[in-house]
Structures are given as structure tokens and as C-alpha cells.
């Protein structure tokens, strides 16, 4: 039975076989088929591409020219805008800086920005024609500038009067009116109480006129002109300075001008030039630097550099004066005054140092430290001779009715008055050696004991002072004569107080 089941199974399988076979030929036809259909599609959209490139090249080149034109447009829009900007900044130009100096300013600097448009835009057509058109503008407003520049510092640098600058000084220094035929500041110790004293720096140049000088300074500095802005600065603001000067009293004296001076007369200047340097350096001079430091504020000014050519010629007249009476010949009765300006000039130098900062002032504040060092060396140097004096005075007058001998009266008032300038001779004496340091301190101290004592006696005035100190300090005891004009004595208590 299994034997004759076999043949059906063959037989099964082989109608199977066929069955696969003719599925395999049938699947095998419709790959081809398949294959070819997309080889045929394949043909068509190569022909569909070839017919579609020459629109899409038009296309492109139809997008190309339309973002070319907006370009265009666009360059167009900004060359027309360039051009009226030109247009109203040239009208602008044209009318000159007096009607309104702002806008001229803003109009420059519109001009210097169509100026960097056209330059970096050379390929545009009219770039050249324009370049030098706006470059001709500019060249007339530079001048137009410089004039408006000297106008504006002609009209600002005007000198000050010599009552408002005495009105900026703490009350303590201010002139009294009714002291017109003594100097009575003259005999106070001036710079006693003055390290606090208040100084209110004058109003030189309106607030308001600043921020335009400097924006006129620095149009001139970027158009090539500053020797010229240096140039009017210092001619306009020296000149002001000086006339300042000029109408305080101020003026340039020599050795020998000092030397043929009465010694009232010189006695007098030297208290004028005292209160003269307290208002040159801490008002005018102060007031300058803070002018100069504005103007040119900003930019690539060399400000040190002006303000020191425009102060030197004002500086070398106050200082002149300092230095001739440090100069000339030395007698005792100098020693207070050059002690007096010894001590201004020592009061100074903070204000010295600042104002006159930076390398291009170094000339003038080694002239003022100089001047300084002079007085000191002088003010010893006198001292010293007043010492030789006194021990080689030759004088045989005798005393006959027990009163105080003249060189006695002389040299105790002296050294009193001395007590008045204790700190300042500290100082001055510091480049001495230590034992004449201290052998002048012992002398010193010695001779106060002795003033004390007789300043306790009712004695006469001429007596006691001595003709030599009334003929040789009459301004020290200008004040006590003055209460006591028609008496011939001073208590003990008015001796104290000279």
C-alpha cells in the first residue's frame, strides 16, 4: 500500500515543481517588464530635464537681474541721500559759523562721513567728482573754523579786574580800603592761619563757550590745523594773563632795579608781590590749567605743551622779581621780608606742582622750587651776616644813665621779632650743620629770655627798640607808633603785642 502511494506523491510534487517554474518564468517577465518601463521613464525625464534648462537658466537670470536692480535701487537711494545731505550741508557751510555754530560743527561732520562714503565707493561713477567736491567744502570750513576759533578766544580772553580778583581771596587777605597810606598787611605775619584760608577761583571763560572751543580744537586737530589752534590759544589766553597781571601791579624788575630802590619803596613791592603769586598761582594760574584742560579735553592734544607756552612769559615776570631781591645785596633789615617769601613761596608749591604737571611744565616748576631754594639760601646768609655784625661791632658808646645800650635794644628786637617765623627757620636751617643748628636755636632762646624781661618795663620807646631798629624796621612797629602817634611811651602789654 505504501508501495503504490509512492507514484501519487512523485507525481504531486512534480505538478508543484512545474507550478514554480511558471511562476518563476511569469515573475522573471514582469522584472523585465519592470526594467524596461523605467528605463523608459528614466529616457523621458532626461528629455523633460534637457526641455526644463533653458527655463530654469531664464528663470535664474531673470532672479539675478531682479536682485541686481534692488541692489541698484538701493545704492541708488544712498547716493541720492548722500547727495542731499550734501546739498543742506553745503548751504550750511556756505552761511559760515556765526548764525550757529552747533550746526556748523554737525554739518562738518556730515561732510566727513560723505567723505569716507565715496572713498570706500570709488566704483560708483560720480564718487570722484563728489569726493572732491565735499573735500573743497571742507577745506572752507576748516578756515571758516580757525576764524570762528580766534574770535571766539578774542572775545572770551578778556584780563580781570584787579577787584574781582581781590574778591576771590579769603576775606583775611583781601585789601582794606581805608589803608591807603600804610600797607598795613605788611606788618602781620602773613601765611599764619592761611593753610585753610578758602580761595574762589574767577569765572575766566563762560562754562557755556568751553564745550564748543573744544569741538572747534578738535575739527582743527583732525583737519591738520593744530600749530594753528596751539597758536591762537597762547596768543589769546598769554595775552589775557598778562594783562591781568599788568593791571594787579605786576612787572618784571632786575637786580639792579632793586638795588637803586628806597628801602620803603622796596619794602612795599615786596608785600605787593606776596599777595600778587597767592593770586597768580592759586586764582589765575588754577583758573588757566582747568581752561586749557578743557579745550583740550579729548583727542590728541598736547595741552601740557600749550599751557606751558602760554604761561611762561606771565611766570618768568612774577618769579623775575622774587629772584632780583634774592639777589641783590643782603642787609639786615631783608631778613623778614625774604622770610615772608620764603614762606609764600613754600605755601605755593602744592598748587605749583599741580597746575605746572607733567614734563613740558618741568622748566617752570624748577624755577619756582628755585626761587624758593635762593630765598632760603639769602634768608641764611643774611642771618649770618647779622650775627657777624653784632660780634664785630665797634661801637664804644657808654650808657651813661643805666639805660639799655643801643646794640642791646637793637639785636633783642631783632631776634624777637624772629620768634614769629620759628617754623619757617626750622626749615631753613635744615641744610646747616647740626652744631651751628643748634648753637643758633641756643642764641635764639637765650635772647628771648632777655626780651620777656624787659618787655615787662615801662621804658621809652626809642629807648627800648633802639633808634637803630626804628630807623632800620619802621614797619614793625608801624602799628604800635600809629596808636601811640602822639605819645612817646608804650606799656609792657603794647610792646607784647608788636
Known amino acids: 500500500m505504501a508501495v503504490s502511494a509512492l507514484p501519487r506523491t512523485m507525481d504531486a510534487l512534480t505538478r508543484r515543481a512545474t507550478m514554480l517554474r511558471d511562476s518563476l518564468h511569469k515573475s522573471q517577465g514582469n522584472t523585465d517588464g519592470m526594467v524596461a518601463i523605467l528605463g523608459s521613464f528614466d529616457h523621458r525625464l532626461s528629455a523633460l530635464e534637457a526641455a526644463m534648462r533653458p527655463t530654469q537658466v531664464r528663470t535664474h537670470a531673470i532672479r539675478m537681474a531682479h536682485e541686481n536692480i534692488d541692489k541698484t535701487l538701493k545704492a541708488g537711494e544712498a547716493i541720492l541721500a548722500q547727495f542731499d545731505l550734501t546739498r543742506r550741508a553745503e548751504a550750511t557751510i556756505l552761511r559760515g559759523p556765526h548764525e550757529d555754530l552747533e550746526s556748523y560743527l554737525e554739518a562738518v561732520d556730515t561732510l566727513k562721513g ?6 570706500s565707493n570709488k566704483n560708483f561713477r560720480s564718487s570722484e567728482g563728489i569726493l572732491n567736491h565735499v573735500n573743497g567744502l571742507l577745506a572752507k570750513s576748516s578756515l571758516k573754523i580757525e576764524e570762528e576759533f580766534k574770535q571766539l578766544m578774542t572775545t ?3 584780563p580781570i579786574e584787579p577787584d574781582r580778583l581781590f574778591d576771590c581771596l579769603p576775606k583775611s587777605l583781601r585789601p582794606s580800603k581805608d589803608d591807603e597810606d600804610e600797607n598795613a598787611n605788611q606788618s602781620d605775619h602773613p601765611s599764619k592761619g592761611l593753610e585753610t584760608a578758602v580761595y574762589k577761583i574767577p569765572t575766566l571763560v563762560p562754562p557755556r563757550i568751553l564745550p564748543l572751543m573744544n569741538d572747534i580744537a578738535q575739527q582743527l586737530v583732525q583737519a591738520g590745523n593744530q600749530q594753528s589752534c596751539y597758536k591762537i590759544y597762547r596768543e589769546s589766553r598769554g595775552s589775557a594773563l598778562e594783562s591781568s597781571l599788568r593791571k594787579l ?13 628806597q628801602w620803603e619803596a ?4 615786596i608785600g605787593n608781590w606776596i599777595q600778587f603769586m597767592r593770586i597768580a ?13 578743557q579745550i583740550f579735553e579729548g583727542g590728541n592734544f598736547n595741552k601740557d605743551q600749550c599751557f606751558a607756552e602760554m604761561a611762561t612769559n606771565s611766570v618768568v615776570t612774577l618769579l623775575s622779581f622774587g629772584d ?3 639777589k641783590s645785596k643782603r642787609s639786615p633789615e631783608k631778613l623778614f621780608v625774604l622770610l615772608d617769601m620764603y614762606e609764600v613761596m613754600r605755601e605755593l608749591q602744592p598748587e605749583i606742582e599741580v597746575v605746572f604737571e607733567g614734563k613740558a611744565c618741568s622748566e617752570m616748576r624748577e624755577a619756582a622750587l628755585g626761587l624758593t631754594k635762593r630765598l632760603a639760601q639769602t634768608a641764611q646768609e643774611t642771618f649770618a651776616d647779622f650775627e657777624e655784625a653784632v660780634e664785630k661791632d665797634a661801637s664804644k658808646t657808654i650808657v651813661q644813665d643805666g639805660t639799655v645800650h643801643p646794640l642791646t635794644s637793637y639785636v633783642i628786637n631783632y631776634v624777637k621779632f624772629l620768634f614769629d617765623y620759628q617754623s619757617t627757620l626750622k626749615l631753613l636751617f635744615q641744610e646747616f650743620e647740626t652744631d651751628q643748628k643748634q648753637r643758633i636755636y641756643l642764641a635764639m632762646t637765650g635772647f628771648r629770655g632777655t626780651v620777656e624781661l624787659c618787655s615787662k618795663m615801662p621804658i621809652s620807646t626809642n629807648v627800648l627798640l633802639g633808634q637803630r631798629f626804628f630807623r632800620h624796621f619802621p614797619y614793625k612797629v608801624r602799628q604800635a607808633a600809629l596808636v601811640r602817634r602822639h605819645q612817646q611811651t608804650l606799656t609792657a602789654a603794647e610792646f607784647q603785642e608788636l
Not at 622796596?266 to 613791592?269: F, G, I
Open 114 to 119: 560723505i567723505s569716507r562714503f565715496f572713498s
Open 281 to 293: 598761582v592759586k586764582l589765575l594760574l588754577t583758573g588757566e590749567r582747568k581752561i586749557c584742560d
Open 324 to 326: 632780583a631781591v634774592a
Open 156 to 158: 572770551y580772553s578778556k
Open 266 to 269: 622796596l619794602e612795599a613791592k
Open 249 to 261: 601791579g605786576v612787572e618784571k624788575l632786575t637786580k639792579d632795579d632793586v638795588q637803586k630802590m
